[in-house]
């Protein structure tokens, strides 16, 4: 996002290679989000910038997702998903299986390569 800092800086990194069909990643995001009022940012290959904050994703199609005045996507066109707050860690790493060592503690976003 223009004006930003850096948001690898502040960032948790989740290691790709995903043990889950794509929906069900999408479909856990999704729960996440609305249970937890937290916000998700995409960066797709073809864009320089991620998109602005969203506080809601949905999945209307296999394999597709959109979040607010964005989409639909296909997950094959993602480069990364960010998650906030950062105390989303430990749900995701216990619904998407992920190890403990793989993130990093620190960061203001999750961040998670599909």
């Known amino acids: 996002m223009p004006g930003s800092p850096d948001r690898r800086e502040h960032t948790n990194y989740v290691g790709s290679g995903f043990h889950m069909k794509d929906s069900s990643l999408l479909l856990v995001l999704q729960r996440i989000l609305k249970e937890s009022h937290g916000r998700i940012s995409v960066k797709l290959l073809h864009e320089s910038e991620p998109t602005e904050w ?11 997702y959109e979040i607010d005045k964005s989409g639909p996507f296909r997950l094959q066109e993602t480069e990364w998903f960010e998650l906030q ?6 749900q995701i790493i216990h619904e998407l ?16 390569y599909p």
């Open 97 to 112: 299986d992920f190890p403990q060592s793989e993130l990093n503690t620190e960061g203001s976003a999750i961040r998670i």
């Open 85 to 90: 707050p950062p105390r989303l860690k430990e």
């Open 54 to 64: 969203s506080p809601w994703a949905i999945c209307p199609a296999p394999g597709y």
